[in-house]
């Protein structure tokens, strides 16, 4: 009987698997583009200023007179602080003292190794404003930056004047294997996250009209521990629902403005009655022709609505 067959077919096979095995362990080390410290010598590169927070450094900026109302923006699930540039010049310009900062594991604030959910970000918030003695501030939120604002919101009342929710993120989204330990974190490494800052421009309809978007976006990638932080808050945030804090919200009477770009796909447009639903004394602006990131897509349709708001007694 001859025998060198099978055993040439099992060290075939073998060998085969041990190939795939090594493929599959080489690929997120080959994607990877965390190569970089987030030190100090790293935020001599950055516009505006820091403090330290209990998680770490925090980047933040401040424009317009320093007795003007203040105003925290706070942005969302992955593009930091710069999302609000027209933002926070339109309402500096308009006598507000605006404030825009990176979430943890954003931009050019720390990348603490930490479960990144809503106190987590909220917490941040409260810190900030505590930072720069804000006992009460105005508040806008942009997608999950909605979210954030709204579970500060429902736990501090007393600190929200008046709160604007720009599609908020509201529903729970099932992540599917994202969730498996192991599994998620190779498909982010693999997949996810290499496409990340390609995928910025799907939030816009005519994304033709704002050229060099997700090049922007990819220097904070190159800091070690952006990756993590974005999968912790896949997992820790954007599984769970924001509708019972802004029912809270609702029951607080806090005046809120609602606004939503009408061909948004990435926080679907029709979402808005959710909100509505759990906050009935919002005031809702419904944009034409717009997606989701409606204050970069179109700063001049929202930010008259945003100051008209805000400056509401």
């Known amino acids: 009987m001859d025998t060198a067959r099978p055993r040439r077919l099992r060290t075939f096979l073998i060998a085969a698997l041990a190939a795939v095995a090594a493929i599959l362990v080489a690929v997120p080390y080959a994607r990877n583009r965390e190569s970089l410290t987030l030190d100090d010598a790293a935020r001599k590169q950055a516009p505006g200023q820091f403090v330290r927070l209990s998680h770490g450094m925090v980047h933040y900026r401040v424009a317009g007179p320093a007795d003007g109302a203040p105003v925290v923006l706070v942005h969302g699930f992955s593009v930091p602080d710069y999302a609000f540039d027209a933002t926070r010049s339109a309402l500096a310009g308009a006598g507000f003292r605006a404030i825009s900062f990176d979430l943890y594991g954003r931009g050019w604030s720390d990348r603490p190794d930490v479960r990144y959910d809503r106190d987590l970000?909220?917490?941040?918030?409260?810190?900030l404003m505590d930072a720069l003695h804000l006992q009460k501030a105005r508040l806008v939120g942009l997608s999950m930056g909605g979210a954030v604002v709204g579970h500060f919101a429902a736990a501090h009342p007393e600190r929200v004047?008046?709160?604007?929710?720009?599609?908020?993120?509201?529903?729970?989204?099932?992540?599917?294997?994202?969730?498996?330990?192991?599994?998620?974190?190779?498909?982010?490494?693999?997949?996810?996250?290499?496409?990340?800052?390609?995928?910025?421009?799907?939030?816009?309809?005519?994304?033709?009209?704002?050229?060099?978007?997700?090049?922007?976006?990819?220097?904070?990638?190159?800091?070690?521990?952006?990756?993590?932080?974005?999968?912790?808050?896949?997992?820790?945030?954007?599984?769970?629902?924001?509708?019972?804090?802004?029912?809270?919200?609702?029951?607080?009477?806090?005046?809120?403005?609602?606004?939503?770009?009408?061909?948004?796909?990435?926080?679907?447009?029709?979402?808005?009655?959710?909100?509505?639903?759990?906050?009935?004394?919002?005031?809702?602006?419904?944009?034409?022709?717009?997606?989701?990131?409606?204050?970069?897509?179109?700063?001049?349709?929202?930010?008259?609505?945003?100051?008209?708001?805000?400056?509401?007694?």
Not at 121 to 127: M, V
Not at 254 to 273: C, F, N, Q, S
């Open 121 to 127: 970000f909220a917490g941040e918030l409260g810190e």
């Open 161 to 313: 004047q008046r709160l604007v929710l720009v599609a908020p993120f509201n529903q729970p989204r099932d992540i599917g294997v994202m969730a498996w330990p192991g599994v998620g974190e190779w498909l982010a490494r693999s997949w996810f996250l290499p496409d990340l800052a390609s995928s910025q421009t799907e939030d816009f309809p005519h994304p033709e009209k704002l050229p060099g978007w997700s090049a922007r976006f990819e220097p904070q990638m190159r800091y070690d521990g952006f990756g993590r932080a974005i999968l912790s808050t896949i997992r820790n945030t954007t599984t769970q629902s924001s509708i019972p804090d802004f029912e809270a919200v609702g029951r607080a009477k806090i005046p809120v403005e609602l606004v939503w770009g009408e061909r948004d796909t990435t926080v679907p447009y029709a979402e808005h009655a959710l909100v509505q639903q759990a906050i009935p004394q919002a005031r809702f602006v419904s944009l034409t022709g717009l997606g989701h990131m409606t204050v970069v897509e179109d700063p001049d349709a929202v930010n008259p609505h945003l100051v008209s708001f805000l400056r509401e007694n």
